[in-house]
């Protein structure tokens, strides 16, 4: 694999060690320069559950470089693939699927008997082999404390790995493999008439969020791999073991709004002052509860209605608008129709829908995003820039 050593650089900057017990594992990483921004027991190790998929699809992916494997390439099913314990798409044996379904289906549905079936179409149909090709794949990106025992990540005692090991194949498959990084946006997908959609609701919550990983199972916890984009920075997320997926999720939203914050007004980032900030127990800052009649009192002199609220990014104007519509029944019916506005931004090839709730004034803008992040719920508020481009459906 031509494409393995192009990470060095990146390796240097990750691979530290610093093993510590604890409930969760977290690391946050500069997407271009590597730098760690924030780590915490980085280097514990735990069970990856479906985040080994990651490096499944990054082998196939590298064989689709190769031209050893083809997109429309159809796959038979074995008994083994088939058996595979949910999440599946329902795979028999016998049956044959393309290779793209099986990418999708590994990306969105998590589907367990794809990984297998890409597993074995890689290695002569012999899973164990491609463990091992798995295993020896990450040694070369320097993964070292990444050993993996299946294609899928369902559980196996010998089959762990680190935060900060898959931060180092985030950005691998980020670098190495641009024309596929698309695809871990892709929320659902259409396989024989029915619509399979994702579990991944940070792609449809926390701006920027354009893909990649979420994992579960009953030992290794709710782990995840995320990747934000906010103006010209890219952040890449590992967070491992936690209790629920709200609570990953609500760990991954304030990572990111931390960091994302503190770039906007100083492209240097004081990483001890930024570890403290996530650190800092969210239960030491008291919320304010508001009901929701008071989020939009009405007043006599209300004052200047310059601020926005952010909740929200979607991959469709329709999905956009459904949310923001949500929110408004939800919150406050002081909101009209007009105060919902959404965002048009290109990314390359693909569009991403930010909804809004404008006509705020600065206060009205914090009550209503106390509200929602009460409610564990994504919102930023900010004065309406000029600049702003809003789509019509």
């Known amino acids: ?25 977290s690391i946050m990483v500069d997407a271009q320069s590597g730098d760690v921004l924030y780590a915490m027991n980085a280097d514990e190790q735990r069970f990856p559950a479906s985040l ?11 064989a689709l470089e190769n031209g050893n494997l083809k997109m429309d390439d159809k796959l038979k099913v074995s008994h083994i693939a088939a058996g595979r314990s949910p999440s599946r798409l329902g795979l028999n044996a016998g049956d044959v699927v393309d290779v793209k379904t099986c990418i999708l289906a590994s990306i969105v549905k998590s589907a367990n008997d794809c990984a297998t079936a890409l597993g074995e179409a890689l290695s002569n149909g012999n899973e164990r082999e491609f463990a091992k090709m798995m295993t020896k794949t990450a040694q070369k990106l320097g993964m070292k404390n ?37 695809l871990f946006s892709i929320t659902e997908f259409d396989y024989q008439g029915q619509t399979v959609q994702g579990h991944n609701n940070l792609l449809k919550t926390c701006e920027g969020v354009d893909g990649m990983k979420t994992g579960y199972t009953a030992n290794a916890g709710f782990n995840i791999v995320t990747s934000a984009k906010r103006g010209d920075h890219r952040i890449f997320v590992v967070t491992m073991g936690h209790k629920t997926s709200d609570e990953r999720d ?23 002052s930024l570890r403290a900030e996530i650190e800092t127990p969210k ?10 009649n008071e989020i939009l009192p009405e007043t006599k002199d209300k004052p200047k209605s310059d601020f926005s609220i952010q909740i929200g990014a979607f991959s469709s ?63 930023i508020a900010s004065a309406v820039s000029s600049k702003t481009q809003f789509a019509e459906r």
């Open 250 to 272: 609500e760990k991954v939203a304030s990572m990111l709004n931390s960091v994302f914050d503190r770039l906007n007004t100083n492209s240097k980032i004081d990483i001890q």
């Open 317 to 379: 104007y329709d999905k956009a608008m459904s949310h923001a519509k949500n929110v408004q029944k939800q919150y406050s019916n002081k909101l009209l129709q007009k105060n919902i506005q959404i965002e048009k931004l290109n990314r390359g090839d693909k569009a991403i829908y930010r909804a809004q709730i404008t006509g705020l004034n600065h206060s009205d803008a914090d009550k209503l995003c106390a509200a929602l992040k009460n409610k564990k719920q994504d919102c």
């Open 283 to 292: 239960g030491g800052q008291k919320k304010t509860q508001y009901a929701y």
């Open 146 to 182: 990444t050993t993996f025992k299946n294609a899928s990540g369902l559980n196996h005692s010998e089959q762990k790995s680190t935060a900060r090991d898959m931060a180092v194949l985030a950005l691998a498959l980020y670098h190495h493999f641009p024309k596929y990084y698309p």
């Open 52 to 62: 080994t998929k990651l490096m499944t699809l990054y082998i196939t992916f590298n």
């Open 1 to 25: 694999m031509k494409k393995v050593l192009c990470l060095i650089l990146f390796v240097f900057v990750l691979i530290k060690s610093t093993a510590v017990l604890a409930g969760t594992s």
